[in-house]
T-cell receptor, first 117, second 112 residues
Framework: NAGVMQNPRHLVRRRGQEARLRCSPM?????VYWYRQLPEEGLKFMVYLQKENIIDESGMPKERFSAEFPKEGPSILRIQQVVRGDSAAYFCASSPPIWTASSYEQYFGPGTRLTVT | GENVEQHPSTLSVQEGDSAVIKCTYSDSASNYFPWYKQELGKRPQLIID?????GEKKDQRIAVTLNKTAKHFSLHITETQPEDSAVYFCAASMEGYSTLTFGKGTMLLVSP
């Protein structure tokens, strides 16, 4: 059973470009969370999605950031017109279905390290 | 919203010693408290968690205690080994598809 997959692992963008980060949850998981980690900081929640639905986007900036989790394919976090302050590691996590005993456990992917030059 | 404070920010111990990391949380509705270990450049890995219906949970050299009245929980690592060196994060949430609020992390260094 493959773990949470993220790609790309490293992404370099110039200011003003768009960044697209992809996350494939663990097999059987239908809930995805995105977190951002700045250097020497903890992880900050951004958005929580299930298939075709945004459940909670309270941690995501209103401007330039969007996320989706389509019926088919990975979840995508999109950052438009990137700025230097967007440089960070972006992690996604997934969790098992609600009817399982471990539905509250979140398993993380390897992260995408975004560098804006 | 929930706020999680974590102490200390760095902790240095000798191999074989015990290490204790403490966290406090603000939202009394939180009832799930996981701990993650993150090695440099790697993903956070869930190492142990506790739910509010228990006060202590142990897994080999790792234990977590929870005091709901005082709203704090702690990670205890006994017989530390150099491979325990990493950043440890505590977190809090409500069970059932809820977002995690993380502490800022503790960098644990175990010297041989």
């Amino acid at each position: 059973n493959a773990g949470v997959m993220q790609n790309p692992r490293h992404l370099v963008r110039r200011r003003g470009q768009e960044a697209r980060l992809r996350c494939s949850p663990m097999k059987g998981h239908s809930h995805v969370y995105w977190y951002r980690q700045l250097p020497e900081e903890g992880l900050k929640f951004m958005v929580y999605l299930q298939k075709e639905n945004i459940i909670d986007e309270s941690g995501m900036p209103k401007e330039r950031f969007s996320a989706e989790f389509p019926k088919e394919g990975p979840s995508i976090l999109r950052i438009q017109q990137v700025v230097r302050g967007d440089s960070a590691a972006y992690f996604c996590a997934s969790s098992p279905p609600i009817w399982t005993a471990s539905s509250y456990e979140q398993y993380f992917g390897p992260g995408t390290r975004l560098t804006v030059t | 919203g929930e706020n999680v404070e974590q102490h200390p920010s760095t902790l240095s111990v000798q191999e074989g010693d015990s290490a204790v990391i403490k966290c406090t949380y603000s939202d009394s509705a939180s009832n799930y408290f996981p701990w993650y270990k993150q090695e440099l450049g790697k993903r956070p890995q869930l190492i142990i968690d506790i739910r509010s219906n228990v006060g202590e949970k142990k897994d080999q050299r790792i234990a977590v205690t929870l005091n709901k009245t005082a709203k704090h929980f702690s990670l205890h690592i006994t017989e530390t080994q150099p491979e325990d060196s990493a950043v440890y994060f505590c977190a809090a949430s409500m069970e059932g598809y809820s977002t995690l609020t993380f502490g800022k992390g503790t960098m644990l260094l175990v010297s041989p």
